[in-house]
């Protein structure tokens, strides 16, 4: 259990802790100097079962707030100092305040100095402590009258911590490992060492994390060793005080505190690290109403970091409420949902509010639309499968599960029994996953089936419908993965029939008209002759005799009863010709990892603009896909056959 100070400065907290654990928790030499603390101090004792309490001894003064949050975001259970003399201070209330809006509730009162006082102001203190208490998350906090100097007293708060040390809850560790780091330095022989917190999951002697942010993709990093609660460990966790040796491509002064330790997965690129987030925040009674657009600090994990506050429920936050908003920040940060933060003004003098974070992942626009705040409201629930499937309803073109999963911190295992007791249907897309509820699934099975009977009235003499351009009739923003899992789905239940390139309705059949076959019966043989450079239609005109406008529109016809393609402009294939080539761009995928122009023209011969329309029309139908100057079958099994059949 990590217990952290709050009060303030000169109320004896780091005396305190050293009475407790017998350590003076202040390191710095102009703090033993000067006789306060001015950052973040550290201090652990041993209890009888042999684990151990750690502290965070916090500094009071006003103009240190940033060091505080720097602490207290990462502690279990508040002890709150207060001087017998003095009684509350500003600092004690805003500290107060501030471990509210951090959502911490366990705690205790150190009424400290009561050898300085008689009996009459002890009681008429305990009474300050009450009254400041009231209505706050600390109302039935116990309080120990003690001396830190004398010892009276001591002895009976440590009991209490140790029995409730003992009674508490260890975090939860799933979920991906992630530590906020609040201090870096060298050590002779051991190297860079970063301590901090862990906020969830679990870290080990030889596992790889990432320090983000740092740079698109953060410096990668490898654990030597770590100390566990001031103790050598194989392994830390969640609500675990780390200290990591760390070696990798990166120095000291790479590393400063704000920045976080996290499993390579909770730092994958392009999702994150981030810019912005959205939120439920609060505005506690005692303070001014937040204004739309607000400049703040936002104190996050061990960050401090300027942004502004982008209401999305009016443009007035009243005090005492809440609601929610939009996060921006001036620089990156790593965030997942549930992460709490506590903003500041712009001179960083006042703490105007705090809050939650719901999404790392906002939209772009409508921010402010009756769906997205039904879903960010269904993202204050702990539970994420009541936001999953709220999303589910609302995507037509399928969850990014990856997405979900890092916004909840999911680690896999946690994520896929997620997605199978939500009944997701689960679509893979190259490393991404897509998730769409069963009704989801069913509802764009129904509407590709209605986009190809609309496509067959209106013109019953084609064959069917292209693939790609039955995927944008059916839903644009579907990815071609989850598509042509669809339509392979939908292909087995007999619902749906292909014929080469094309999809129809199994009870649709396209004809020529006896007129226009055998026409075409003339015609055909001048583009047999030459399957892989086929002449244009002003060519078959004058080697037919047969006028270009004539054959233009029989062209037209015969395409779209499937026997010819238009692979450019006036340049028709014949079918046949088109499974042939279809088969050398797979074979040269094969061979080479994709297909060029130059391979493809040695394979067929004439020229390479001829392969460069092949290529660019096979991107087209959707059999390929462009990666710069190359073409590459996709992987879709189905998508390989569509021109074979």
Not at 3 to 29: E, Y
Not at 110 to 137: H, M, Q, S, Y
Not at 535 to 560: H, K, M, N, W, Y
């Amino acid at each position: 259990m990590i217990i952290g100070t709050a009060g303030h400065i000169d109320h004896g907290k780091t005396t305190l802790v050293k009475a407790l654990t017998g350590v003076d928790a202040d390191r710095l030499p102009e703090e033993k100097a000067r006789g306060i603390t001015l950052d973040l101090g550290y201090a652990y004792a041993p209890q009888a079962d042999g684990s151990v309490l750690g502290f965070i001894d916090v500094p009071g003064h006003e103009k240190l707030i940033h060091n505080m949050l720097a602490g207290a975001t990462g502690i279990d259970f508040v002890l709150l100092v207060i001087a017998a003399d003095d009684g509350p201070m500003p600092q004690t209330r805003e500290h107060l305040e501030l471990l509210g809006l951090l959502g911490l509730d366990h705690g205790a009162v150190a009424l400290t100095k009561c050898d300085a006082v008689d009996a009459a102001r002890v009681v008429e203190a305990r009474g300050e402590i009450a009254a400041l208490l009231a209505g706050t998350r600390l109302e039935d906090s116990p309080v120990f009258a003690l001396s830190a100097t004398t010892g009276e007293g001591v002895a009976a708060l440590r009991a209490h911590l140790d029995a409730v040390a003992a009674a508490h809850r260890a975090r939860d560790t799933n979920g991906r490992f992630r530590l906020a780091i609040d201090r870096c330095f060298t050590l002779s022989g051991i190297g860079t060492v970063v301590t901090g917190t862990a906020f969830s999951g679990k870290v080990g002697a030889g596992d790889t994390a990432i320090i983000a942010p740092a740079g698109r993709d953060g410096l990668k990093a490898r654990v030597k060793s770590l100390h566990v609660q001031d103790r050598p460990a194989e392994h830390g966790q969640a609500g675990d005080r780390c200290a990591l040796a760390l070696t990798g491509d990166f120095e000291k002064k790479d590393i400063e505190r704000g920045m976080w330790l996290v499993d390579p997965a909770a730092a994958r690129p392009p999702h994150l690290p981030l810019l912005r987030f959205q939120a439920e925040i609060h505005v506690p009674a005692t303070q001014p109403a937040l204004k739309h657009w607000t400049p703040v600090h936002v104190h996050l994990g061990a960050a401090d970091i300027t942004g502004r506050v982008a209401l999305l429920e009016g443009d007035l936050l009243a005090p005492g409420t809440r609601a929610l908003a939009e996060i921006l920040l001036d620089r990156e940060t790593l965030a997942v949902r549930g992460d709490r933060f506590v903003l500041r003004d712009a001179s960083a003098q006042r703490s105007i509010g705090g809050g939650r974070v719901l999404d790392c992942f906002p939209p772009s626009r409508h921010k402010r639309s009756p769906q997205r705040l039904a879903l960010l409201n269904a993202l204050r629930d702990d539970d994420p499968a009541t936001s999953l499937r709220l999303l589910a309803e609302q995507s037509a073109a399928g969850i990014d599960l990856g997405r979900f999963a890092a916004n909840w911190n999911l680690a896999d295992e946690a994520a896929a029994t997620l997605w199978q007791t939500e009944n997701l249907r689960v679509v893979r897309s190259g490393e991404e996953q897509i998730g769409f509820a069963a009704a989801g699934w069913q509802a764009l099975s129904e509407r590709l089936l209605a986009a190809l009977a609309t496509e067959h009235q209106r013109a019953p003499d084609m064959v069917g419908v292209e693939r790609e351009r039955l995927r944008r009739l059916t839903l644009p923003t579907l990815a071609r993965a989850a598509f042509d899992a669809l339509v392979a789905e939908l292909l087995g239940a007999g619902r749906l029939a292909a014929a080469r390139a094309w999809l129809h309705l199994p009870e649709h059949e396209a004809s020529l008209a006896a007129g226009d076959r055998d026409l075409f019966a003339v015609l055909k043989p001048l583009l047999a002759a030459q399957p892989f450079g086929p002449p244009r239609v002003r060519d078959i005109a004058r080697d037919s005799g047969t006028a270009e406008d004539v054959v233009r529109q029989l062209f037209r016809r015969v395409a779209r009863a499937g026997e010819l393609y238009p692979v450019a402009h006036d340049h028709y294939f014949t079918a046949d010709a088109v499974s042939q080539l279809a088969a050398f761009v797979a074979e040269l995928t094969a061979a080479n990892g994709a297909a060029r122009a130059a391979d493809l023209r040695d394979r067929i011969g004439g020229g390479r603009k001829v392969a460069i329309h092949i290529l660019e029309f096979f991107d087209r139908i959707g059999y390929t896909r462009r990666v710069r100057d190359e073409h590459v079958v996709r992987s879709s099994s189905s998508t390989h056959a569509w021109l074979n059949q």
